[in-house]
C-alpha cells in the first residue's frame, strides 16, 4: 500500500512536470517563430537602438508593425474642418506645415506666417503652400486665431497658399492615463502625447499637396528665399537615397521629406504616439528607413524665435547658432570626382569636403607637393571659390601654407583623368582661401580644381569645406 501511494505521487509529479515543461516548450517555439519571421526588423532595430540608446522603442512589443510600416501608404481617415482658404488647386513644390496650441504666455504664430511670406520671393510664393493646424479645443480660441489670420494674410489665403485647418477632438486617441516614460509628470506625457498625434493629423492632410514637405514649430523665423535654398540642397541629392533633410538642428524644425512618405509617418507617430517625443521618434523613423545617419545642411535656413514653450510656458531659450537670417549663397558644387594622394584618417575620406552636410576631410600631416584635386565631369565657369580647413576644436589643423589652382586639358582613363596644365588663382591665408570673379581671370573652361601642400607641415589637416560657384554653362 506505501509503494502504491508512493507510485501515484511519483505519476503526478511526472504529469506536472511533463505539464510544465509542454508550457515553457510552446513560449520557446512561440518565441523562436517571432524571432524567424521577423529576425530582420529585430536587427534594424538593435542597430537604430545602439544610435539612440537613451530613447529606446520596445522591438518585441511593436515588431510586428515595423513590418508592416512599409505598407502604410494609405491615408487615415480623418474628417478635416477648413477654417481658412480651400482645397489647393493644383500641386506645389513645397508644403510647409504648422501645427498650433493655445500658449500659456506668449504667441508667436503669426509672426511665423509673416516670415514665411516676407522671406519668400514672388516667384517663390507660387511653389509653396502653407497649412496651420490649430491643434487646441479651445473653439473659442481657434476662432480668434482664425480672425486674425484671415485678417493679416487674406491675400494669401485668397491666392490658394495659406490653409487654415481643424481636427475635432473625436478622432483623437486616450490622452489620459498614458505610461509615464522617462519619468515624465502626467501632464507631460499628455502634452507630447497629443502632440505626436496632432503632427500625424497634419502630416497625413499634407500627403497630396506638393512634391516635399517641410515640418515648423509655430515660433520659428526663416531664412530669406529659403525655397531657392531648399531646392538648390535637393537638386545636389538627386540619385542619393535620404529620407529626412535637417536645415536646422533644432527639435522639429526644418525637417524635410518626400511627400510620399508622409503617410508612412503620420501612421508611425500615431502608433508610438504615448512612447515618447516627436523629435525623438523621428530618428527612429528615419533609421527603419535605412538612412542611419543625419543629413544636416549649414547655414540653417529656420531659427526658433520662441523664449516662452507652448508647454505650460516654461522658458525655452534654445537657439540655433548655425541659423543665417540674411540672404546667403548656397554654392552650386557641380558634380566631380574626388582625389587625394594624402593619407587619409578613418573615414573622413576626400569626398565628405565637398558636401553642404556637416563633414569634412581629414588627413595626416601633408608634405610639400600633396594635393586635394576635384576633377569635375564636364568642363564649367566659376564664379567664385571658398575653402575652409580646420575647426573650432582643432583649429590648427588647417592648410598652413597651401595654394588653389584650377586646370584644363585633361588625360588619362576615368578614374585617373588629371589636367595637364594648372593655373594658380592664390595663396591660402590663416587656413581659408576665397576669390570671387573668377571667369574674368581665367580664360579657359576649368576642367580641374586643386588645393597643394607648398610645404610640409607637422599638424594634420582638415578641409572643412570646398565651395564652389557656377557662372553661365560654357557653349561646348
Known sequence: RHNLKYFDKMRCLRKRSAVSFLGILVVCLLFMNLYIEDGYVLEGDKQLIRETATHQLNPERYVHSFKDLSNFSGSINISYRYLAGTPLPRKRYLTIGLSSVKRKKGNYLLETIKSIFEQSSYEELKEIAVVVQLADFDSAWCEGMVQDISQKFAH????????????????????DGLKRNYNDPEDRVKFRSKQNVDYAFLLNFCANLSDYYVMLE???????NFLTAVKKVVTSREGSYWVTLEFSKLGYIGKLYHSHDLPRLAHFLLMFYQEMPCDWLLIHFRGLLAQ????????????????????????????????EEESFDIPDNPPANLHTNMNVFENYEASKAYSSIDEYFWGKAPSTGDFYGIVFEKPIKISKIKVVTGTEDRQNDILHHGALEVGEKIVGSKKGRQCTTYLRLGEFKNGNFEITDVEHKVLFDINCMRILVTKSQKEWLIIKSISVWTSQTPNQ
Open 156 to 175: 494669401h489665403i485668397i491666392a490658394g497658399r495659406l490653409i487654415v485647418i481643424h481636427v475635432p477632438e473625436d478622432y483623437y486617441p486616450v490622452l
Open 218 to 224: 509655430d515660433d520659428v523665423r526663416c531664412s530669406k
Open 292 to 323: 542611419k545617419e543625419v543629413i544636416r545642411f549649414k547655414p540653417s535656413l529656420f531659427q526658433h524665435m520662441g523664449y516662452y514653450s507652448s508647454y505650460k510656458g516654461a522658458e525655452n531659450k534654445l537657439k540655433d547658432d548655425d541659423f
